[in-house]
T-cell receptor, first 120, second 114 residues
Framework: DTEVTQTPKHLVMGMTNKKSLKCEQHMGHRAMYWYKQKAKKPPELMFVYSYEKLSINESVPSRFSPECPNSSLLNLHLHALQPEDSALYLC???????????????????FGNGTRLTVT | KQEVTQIPAALSVPEGENLVLNCSFTDSAIYNLQWFRQDPGKGLTSLLLIQSSQREQTSGRLNASLDKSSGRSTLYIAASQPGDSATYLCAVIHGSSNTGKLIFGQGTTLQVKP
């Protein structure tokens, strides 16, 4: 079992719906990530939060809105999605986080099992 | 631009065989290299992380090596088992990265036949 928990496991939504994906970890990690993975492709980075602040946005469309309420939780709010946004959305966490100094990316990422999203 | 390539894309072996998965990267200025395993419909599981200053890491039947100068890494799996069947991904963090962004290869899908 993974130590990063994602809910829901599956989600079907229409293009006019608003939904949220949730991610939780209790390992004390200070960096949390959202990745998107299409079938038979490697994961693509969307957002990085470090110490509860958004540090990286990989030019993701505004219909995806991340939120980090506290160090253990990460949400991804979805609105007005397109069918091509259907994918597996993966949350991950790691012990290191970016800061003003060069980050020490020495810790492996821990991934959740993802949310399988289908946009109809 | 850093590019990561994994060969072969798919591999099928009989149970008990030792095998090697390959990963190459175009820019040797990496911070670290990680190997992951992904089962169908699941998330990624970190297997091994090799720092840029290291040559290899071992965990159980797995051994990963890193040759920065040639831009190559290998994942050696000893005495393969059907439970090893999965997709294996390697990923690097660029040495000058201030984001920790992982750059993934396309993966090698391994099937170990009983």
């Amino acid at each position: 079992d993974t130590e990063v928990t994602q809910t829901p496991k599956h989600l079907v939504m229409g293009m006019t719906n608003k939904k949220s994906l949730k991610c939780e970890q209790h390992m004390g990690h200070r960096a949390m990530y959202w990745y998107k993975q299409k079938a038979k492709k490697p994961p693509e980075l969307m957002f990085v939060y470090s110490y509860e602040k958004l540090s990286i946005n990989e030019s993701v469309p505004s219909r995806f809105s991340p939120e980090c309420p506290n160090s253990s939780l990460l949400n991804l709010h979805l609105h007005a999605l397109q069918p091509e946004d259907s994918a597996l959305y993966l949350c991950a966490s790691s012990q290191d986080g970016t800061g003003l100094l060069r980050p020490a990316w020495n810790s492996p990422l821990h991934f959740g099992n993802g949310t399988r999203l289908t946009v109809t | 631009k850093q590019e990561v390539t994994q060969i072969p894309a798919a591999l099928s072996v009989p149970e008990g065989e030792n095998l090697v998965l390959n990963c190459s990267f175009t820019d040797s200025a990496i911070y670290n290299l990680q190997w992951f395993r992904q089962d169908p419909g699941k998330g990624l599981t970190s297997l091994l992380l090799i720092q840029s200053s290291q040559r290899e890491q071992t965990s159980g039947r797995l051994n990963a090596s890193l040759d920065k100068s040639s831009g190559r890494s290998t994942l050696y799996i000893a005495a393969s088992q059907p439970g090893d069947s999965a997709t294996y991904l390697c990923a690097v963090i660029h040495g000058s990265s201030n984001t920790g962004k992982l750059i993934f290869g396309q993966g090698t899908t391994l099937q170990v036949k009983p």
